[in-house]
């Protein structure tokens, strides 16, 4: 229980690098884009997970976009 009235509207928003990223309009897979801000990052958009082995250092939440994914890693 909630304690929100039955039909409220829930949003739910995304973090701030896919957020970012989709601004970007990086919205194909292959796509990438360099954020230069407060922390340097590096991100982009592929069609599928794929658990990165060698550093663990790319995080991969789902794009904005349904069926895909924003890799990005801070440089």
């Given amino acids: 229980m909630t304690g929100l009235s039955e039909g409220m509207p829930i949003v739910a928003g995304c973090g ?3 957020a970012s990223t989709f601004g970007a309009g990086v919205i194909k897979p292959g796509m990438i884009l360099d954020i230069a801000g407060t922390a ?4 982009g ?3 599928e997970y794929q658990k990165e082995n060698v550093s663990n250092t790319l995080l991969y939440p789902r794009s ?12």
């Avoid at 340097?40 to 991100?43: G, Q, R």
């Avoid at 904005?64 to 440089?75: I, Q, S």
């Fill in 16 to 18: 701030d690098t896919p």
């Fill in 40 to 43: 340097a990052a590096l991100s």
């Fill in 45 to 47: 958009c592929v069609k």
């Fill in 64 to 75: 904005v976009l349904e069926g895909l994914w924003t890799p990005f890693g801070f440089v």
